[in-house]
């Protein structure tokens, strides 16, 4: 059976301190680890159809922030890595900064121009040099809060503004926040979506491609942290019901 490890980052910057963003040489030293360990690279949609190597590596990005074309994208082309970037469809060639709850701290501070989202030439510049671009919804939302027909207008409506954009087929969505439940999956699945990544790698993992678990990288992953999230051991523990057992005894104790 191939092992299909799936990475979640969102910025890549040298000086932003927020959790969502990773230094250039971290990032490039994570992902190198991977390469050197035997990993071979596929977008998300193709690595749940059928992965290509016994090892296949998935680097998804949500929020389709600009240093995500500027900084991870040349990183990715030496190491021969595709990347599949999720965008909240309401902001490309929009002017000024995305602005959503957990990221609106940053507005109005020196690190701003972080927010700035890709436009649709430049994912497409992304989608020819071999990436998979995804939804990301809309307008970002909690999607399990939304009544059925505002979750159907931002499932069916970012994967239309992205086709419509791109001139390509969108089957692939990252939740916003991994905010996903049976409904998501449902709606998911009616607007058209075959692969659909969610976040929190503690919870048990059901095998269906719309509700995929990935490894979230964050600021503060130095090397030895993120060798501990990717082991294959801990993942697999981690997807299993007795993870969170474990967890539940390590909270009564
Ligand atoms: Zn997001």
Same mark, same amino acid.
């Given at each position: 059976?191939s ?59 949500? &929020? ?47 690190h ?7 436009g ?17 919804t ?82 503060? &992953? ?19 019901p ?8 390590g909270?009564?104790?």
């Amino acid at each position: 059976m191939s092992d299909v490890l799936v990475l979640c980052y969102h910025a890549v910057s040298p000086d932003w301190p927020a959790a969502l963003s990773t230094t250039p040489e971290r990032f490039e030293e994570q992902l190198t680890t991977l390469v050197r360990r035997g990993y071979r690279g596929a977008t998300f949609e193709r690595a749940l159809a059928e992965p290509p190597a016994r090892r296949t590596l998935v680097v998804t990005f949500d &929020d389709a922030y600009r240093s995500v074309l500027e900084l991870a994208a040349p990183i990715m082309r030496r190491l021969g890595l595709p990347g599949s970037v999720y965008v909240p469809t309401d902001f490309p060639d929009r002017p000024g900064p995305m602005a959503w709850e957990g990221i609106d701290r940053w507005l109005g501070g020196p690190h701003e121009h972080e927010l700035a989202c890709l436009g649709w030439d430049e994912l497409g510049e992304l989608a020819e040099a071999g990436w998979e671009v995804g939804s990301h919804t809309r307008s970002h939302p909690h999607l399990t809060g939304l009544s059925d027909a505002d979750l159907a207008a931002e499932l069916e409506g970012s994967r239309s503004a992205c086709e419509e954009a791109l001139g390509l087929p969108c089957r692939s969505i990252a939740y916003p926040y991994g905010d996903v439940d049976a409904r998501v999956v449902g709606a998911a699945r009616s607007a058209g979506y075959s692969a659909g990544a969610g976040l929190p790698e503690g919870r048990f993992h059901s095998g269906d491609p719309l509700d995929w678990p990935r490894v979230g990288v964050y600021n503060d &992953d130095d090397l030895r942290r993120f060798r501990l999230k990717v082991s294959p051991f801990l993942r697999f523990v981690r997807g299993t019901p007795l993870w969170d057992a474990a967890q539940a005894v390590g909270r009564r104790s």
